[in-house]
């Protein structure tokens, strides 16, 4: 439904939001990955300590049921999947459109600006 499309680019967005603070604030990397096939999403926290040790999950998170990724454009490029949003503590990122839609064909695309608290929802039905 349009209901559950909306609320899954509110938390998607939300969820951006938070780690690019959280990124800032505590002055480490944070790695937001996006499975456009599955239509998940993780935050990750990379290790600092070797390459090879598994990141550290600090959240994940699954679009709304009939929901998927459309599209993902990352500084004007088509991202393929895993699609991997490195979030820095400057809090600046290329501008990111992450286009979602159910399965009645709606869509919200969800725009995160360079700057950090830069997010806007545009809707097309």
């Not at 939300?14 to 603070?21: D, I, K, L, P, Y």
């Not at 090879?52 to 929901?67: D, F, H, K, N, T």
């Amino acid at each position: 439904s349009a209901q559950v499309l909306r609320h899954s680019a509110r938390v998607l967005g939300n969820a951006m939001r938070t780690f690019r603070g959280k990124a800032q604030l505590e002055e480490r990397v944070y790695v937001f990955k996006l499975d456009l096939e599955k239509g998940a999403y993780s935050v990750e926290l990379p290790s600092e300590s070797s390459s090879a040790a598994a990141p550290e999950i600090a959240r994940a998170g699954q679009l709304g049921s009939g929901v998927s990724f459309k599209e993902v454009r990352v500084g004007g490029e088509v991202a393929k999947t895993p699609c991997l949003l490195t979030l820095h503590p400057r809090g600046v990122m290329p501008e990111t459109k992450i286009a979602l839609q159910n399965e009645a064909g709606d869509e919200v695309v969800v725009t995160f600006g360079t700057l950090l608290n830069d997010v806007s929802y545009a809707e097309t039905h």
